[in-house]
C-alpha cells in the first residue's frame, strides 16, 4: 500500500499534483488486478492509495475520468510521440518509431487485465468502456492516421481512405487479442515476437499500397 512519506518529525511529504496522481493511478490498477472493475471503487482506490476519498476526488472529478488516465498511460507505454526530427524521416521509419514500445513494456500484465475486466463489465459500465475505447484502441487510430495523412499530403502515398487504413495497420502489428485473451503468450515470447511482426506488418501494408518496393 502506498503511504506518504514523511519528511521529518511530524511533518508529511507533500506531494505535487503529478505525484498525487500517479500514486492513484498505481493504486487503482492494483486494485484492478487485485479485483477487477466491479472492485475497483473510488472509495477501495482511496484506501489502497493511503488517501481519502476527498483527496481522490480533488485529483481525478470521476471514476470514469481515473479510468480514462489509466487507459492513457497504458496508450503511452505501448507508443512513443515523434520529434520534430522523427517527422522528417520516411514513413516506414515514422511508424516504426510510432509503433515500438519504449523497454519491454508488453510484458506488461495490466492492458490484458483491464481488457478482461472490460469485456466483463461491459454491460453494466458502459461509460468505462467509451473511455477505454478513446483513451486506447481510437488514440492508436488517430495517431496512425497522422502520419498516413502527412505522408498522402507529401505526396509519399496515395490512400483515398488513411482511418480505414490506420485501423488495418494497428490490426496488422498487434496479434489477435481474443487468441490473447484465452491462451496468453509467454510474456518474453510475445516482446521477442513483436518486433519481427511489426516490421512484417508495415512492409506488407507499405508495400500494398506501393509506397514502398
Known amino acids: 500500500m502506498c503511504r506518504n ?32 472493475l466491479a472492485g475497483a471503487s473510488m472509495a477501495a482506490i482511496a484506501h ?11 485529483v481525478f472529478e470521476s471514476r470514469s475520468a481515473l479510468f480514462a488516465m ?4 497504458m496508450h503511452n507505454m505501448f507508443t512513443r510521440p515523434l520529434t520534430d526530427t522523427d517527422l522528417e524521416k520516411p514513413l516506414d521509419q ?22 478482461r475486466a472490460i469485456i466483463t463489465e461491459a454491460e453494466r459500465q458502459p461509460d468505462l468502456v467509451h473511455e477505454f475505447l478513446q483513451e486506447g484502441p481510437y488514440a492508436l487510430y488517430a495517431m496512425i492516421r497522422a502520419e498516413l495523412d502527412r505522408s498522402v499530403a507529401r505526396g509519399e502515398i ?49 508495400g500494398g499500397i506501393g509506397a514502398i518496393d
Do not use: W
Not at 48 to 56: F, I, N, Q, V, Y
Not at 94 to 115: F, N, Q, S, V, W
Open 70 to 73: 489509466i487507459i492513457r498511460r
Open 5 to 36: 512519506s514523511r519528511r521529518g518529525p511530524g511533518r508529511p511529504r507533500q506531494f505535487d499534483s503529478s505525484e498525487r496522481e500517479a500514486i492513484i493511478i498505481d493504486a487503482a490498477e492494483r486494485v484492478i488486478l487485485a479485483q477487477g
Open 158 to 206: 496515395r490512400i483515398s481512405d488513411t482511418e480505414a487504413a490506420a485501423r488495418l495497420l494497428a490490426d496488422m502489428a498487434h496479434e489477435s487479442v481474443l487468441e490473447h485473451l484465452v491462451a496468453p503468450q509467454n510474456d518474453c515470447e510475445r516482446q521477442d515476437a513483436y518486433p519481427r511482426r511489426l516490421e512484417l506488418a508495415i512492409r506488407v501494408f507499405l
Open 94 to 115: 515514422r511508424l516504426r518509431l510510432l509503433l515500438t514500445p519504449p523497454g519491454e513494456k508488453l510484458c506488461d500484465p495490466m492492458p490484458l487485465a483491464i481488457l
Open 48 to 58: 489502497e492509495a493511503g488517501m481519502s476519498k476527498r483527496t481522490l476526488y480533488e
